[in-house]
T-cell receptor
Framework: DAKTTQPNSMESNEEEPVHLPCNHS???????IHWYRQLPSQGPEYVIH???SNVNNRMASLAIAEDRKSSTLILHRATLRDAAVYYC??????????????FGKGTRLHILP | GAVVSQHPSRVICKSGTSVKIECRSL??????MFWYRQFPKQSLMLMAT?????????EQGVEKDKFLINHASLTLSTLTVASAHPEDSSFYIC?????????FGSGTRLTVV
């Protein structure tokens, strides 16, 4: 399985941008990069995903390195509600192959008021 | 978007009793659902993959006679913790795969006393 590496924890001030890094040096050509986050006492929620190009949605932006061996989730203006554990996960684009999600430890993001 | 409803959100039971947790996909059909368990301060651990109309696939080390999974329809999967003991106390989370991303239930906090 292609694995990802993330820092255990990060801290940011409220209303500042946050850049959450993820290394995935063994990524294959058919792996999408997915980000999920888990707020306290809740199930994970989808944040964003991408394959090669940078992606933007209402929650965040995803910047993908040209060689695809790393990516960065960007929260443009963090709020206290963004305090969560963020998981970077690789998912094969071919449905049925490597279908399940195996979670790593993720990055625990602390937001300082 | 895709919604997964999980019930109950919280249950307390006596040691030796069985507990059933339901996971429903509300606006889409899910031929495959996933069950996770999460202990405090730890990541999600995949327990089993639930397949509609067939037997579940359990991860290594997960007792299939202890954690009974039934996926009788395209919108409902159930996890029954048989003869629960205090060490089974945990946060259980189900998930279903949508067209592009996974959707997670809100989780069930099980406390066995």
């Amino acid at each position: 399985d292609a694995k990802t590496t993330q820092p255990n924890s990060m801290e940011s001030n409220e209303e500042e941008p946050v850049h959450l890094p993820c290394n995935h040096s063994t990524i294959s050509g058919t792996d999408y990069i997915h980000w999920y986050r888990q707020l306290p006492s809740q199930g994970p929620e989808y944040v964003i995903h991408g394959l090669t190009s940078n992606v933007n949605n209402r929650m965040a932006s995803l910047a993908i390195a040209e060689d695809r061996k790393s990516s960065t989730l960007i929260l443009h203006r963090a709020t206290l509600r963004d305090a969560a554990v963020y998981y970077c996960i690789l998912r094969d684009v071919i449905v049925g192959r490597d279908d399940k999600i195996i979670f790593g430890k993720g990055t625990r993001l602390h937001i300082l008021p | 978007g895709a919604v997964v409803s999980q019930h109950p959100s919280r249950v307390i039971c006596k040691s030796g009793t069985s507990v059933k947790i339901e996971c429903r996909s509300l606006d889409f059909q899910a031929t495959t659902m996933f069950w996770y368990r999460q202990f405090p301060k730890q990541s999600l651990m995949l327990m089993a993959t639930s397949n509609e109309g067939s037997k579940a696939t359990y991860e290594q080390g997960v007792e299939k006679d202890k954690f009974l999974i039934n996926h009788a329809s395209l919108t409902l999967s159930t996890l029954t913790v048989a003869s629960a003991h205090p060490e089974d106390s945990s946060f259980y989370i189900c998930s279903a795969r949508g067209t592009e991303a996974y959707t997670f239930g809100s989780g069930t906090r099980l406390t066995v006393v």
